[in-house]
């Protein structure tokens, strides 16, 4: 699984950072992007949905790594 | 117009008082019957309920600007002689009135004081005022929840952001109930608040040239915007907003918090099980209990769905409503304090995402957690009693709860 944030899209309310520390980091303006190339450890697919799920400018995808 | 509401799709009224108490159920019959209501009072307004079209609509700056963000009517444009009050009507309070391109420098020179490690650092002085206020009404075994501790916490610190002696805090919120709570039906009561406001920031302005310290009205006077500093008159209007914006939007969250606390034994006993709950709770409570309306101001004829909006309507973005829609949210009704996912938009969403959300919600949480710990018991002595303000801001206004 990989992670990414869509920059176009976040808007800096910093839901995604709050429930996965792991994933997701803040530039000082407090938008995110997600960590390195965005893979997902599989203890931390749980935590990457909810951010998904969490997200209400429906900026985070997640992708398969093979499609990714 | 006036009078009792006989229909709630076409003469809705946001100041009626049953709707301020318990506005949940005209909400749900008008995301049925009506989803983008109408009415003719206080200007004449339109306000969507449902999640989906609160989401669209504040994402669409082209078609709604943030020009005036007000609920009410804007009243006669001041005279011309009032320098104060032409400033306040010309300034407006950047970002929150800004559309592109302003919008965008303004609103980045905001974001890094309000970021989540900027705001951690207020933290500590945040919980000692909490713990102050709760040494105040602890032995008396009652206390008003929201007046005398929800409403004391945000201008307190937002006095300290500013650099401004906390002493003024009362001032403050006089002041900006001024504007948002009991002027807002009055253009008189608002025109003088603003005024009070804005002479009183320019004075603090004019100190910070002449000696700038580490508060946000230096940082923004020390700030530069495409090379040169930024203009006064934004600054001035930047710094109104955090006045304005920042204190009884999170009081009332704080209230609205507690009183649902104050009946739900349940909840109170798990958070005080699983503190590391408590960051969840706060967004739960955020969605249930969201204090915040904006407007919008239609910029062109346009069709919405099937309606016709004309330039200059009002959109009332309903964020609570869309807050409660049971489309995006199972169960709406229910505070489930672990609710693991919640996208509510009670900040709004889009580029006005409220910039102070960090803040707002980090004082939610240590004066949740501060109340707890040492008032882990407590229930409203009579719900009856309890005293709402709507329109803009809703939340409670008088609380009083009573503690073994």
């Known amino acids: 699984m990989r992670v990414r944030v869509d920059g176009e899209k976040c808007q800096g309310h910093n839901r995604c950072f709050a429930v996965a520390k792991e994933l997701f980091e803040l530039d000082e303006y407090g938008y995110s992007h997600e960590i390195g190339d965005g893979v997902v450890p599989p203890e931390l697919e749980e935590k990457a949905r909810l951010a998904v799920a969490n997200c209400p400018e429906r900026a985070i995808s997640i992708a398969d790594t093979e499609e990714a | 117009m006036g009078g009792p509401v006989e229909d709630w799709t076409t003469d809705y009224d946001i100041f009626d008082p049953a709707y301020i108490r318990d506005p ?20 004449g307004s339109w306000m969507p309920t449902r999640y989906s079209d609160l989401f669209d609509i ?26 104060e009050a032409m400033t306040a009507f010309e300034v407006g309070a950047p970002p929150i009135t800004s559309d592109p391109p302003v919008h965008t420098w303004a609103r980045r020179l905001l974001l890094p004081p309000f970021s989540i490690k900027a705001v951690a650092q207020l933290e500590p002085e ?37 650099g401004i002696p906390k002493e003024m805090a009362g001032t403050f919120t006089d002041w900006v109930r001024g504007f948002l709570e009991y002027g807002l039906t009055n253009a008189d009561i608002r025109g003088e608040a603003a005024r009070s406001i804005f002479g009183f920031l320019r004075e603090r302005i004019d100190e910070r040239k002449e000696q700038p310290s580490d508060d946000l009205i230096s940082y923004l006077l020390g700030s530069e915007v495409n090379g040169r500093p930024v203009p006064e008159p934004h600054v001035l209007g930047t710094c109104f907003l ?25 909840d109170r006993a798990r958070l005080v099980a699983e503190p590391e709950l408590m960051p969840i709770a706060v967004e739960e409570l955020l969605r249930a209990y969201s204090p915040v ?8 004829e346009l069709e919405y769905g099937e309606l016709r909006m004309c330039l200059g309507d009002k959109v009332l973005m309903s964020f609570p409503a869309a807050n409660r829609d049971p489309e995006k949210f199972p169960d709406p009704d229910k505070v489930i304090i672990d609710r693991a996912e919640n996208p509510h938009i009670a900040f709004g969403v889009g580029i006005h995402r409220c910039a102070g959300s960090n803040l707002a919600r980090m004082e939610m949480r240590v004066s949740i957690e501060e109340w707890l710990a040492r008032i882990p018991e407590f ?21 009083p709860v009573v503690f073994p």
Do not use: K
């Open chain 2, 126 to 162: 945040t919980r000692e005022l909490c713990r102050s206020l709760i040494d105040g009404f602890l032995d008396a075994g009652r206390a008003d929840a929201a007046a005398d501790y929800a409403q004391q916490i945000p201008p307190r610190v937002i006095a300290g952001m500013l």
């Open chain 2, 379 to 399: 229930r409203l002595e009579d719900p009856d009693a309890v005293t709402w303000a709507g329109g803009q801001v809703r939340g409670p206004r008088s609380m």
């Open chain 2, 293 to 300: 309306t904006m407007a919008r101001v239609v910029t062109e």
């Open chain 2, 58 to 83: 504040a994402r669409d700056v082209q078609h709604f600007s943030s020009r005036n963000v007000l609920v009410a009517p804007a009243g006669p444009p001041p005279d011309h002689e009032d320098a």
């Open chain 2, 242 to 266: 955090l006045l304005v914006a920042g204190i009884d939007t999170t009081w009332s969250s704080i209230g609205s918090a507690l009183w649902h606390l104050a009946q739900h034994p349940e």
């Open chain 2, 24 to 43: 949940y159920p005209v909400w749900d019959e008008l995301r049925q019957q009506c989803p983008v209501a109408h009415t003719e009072r206080w200007g």
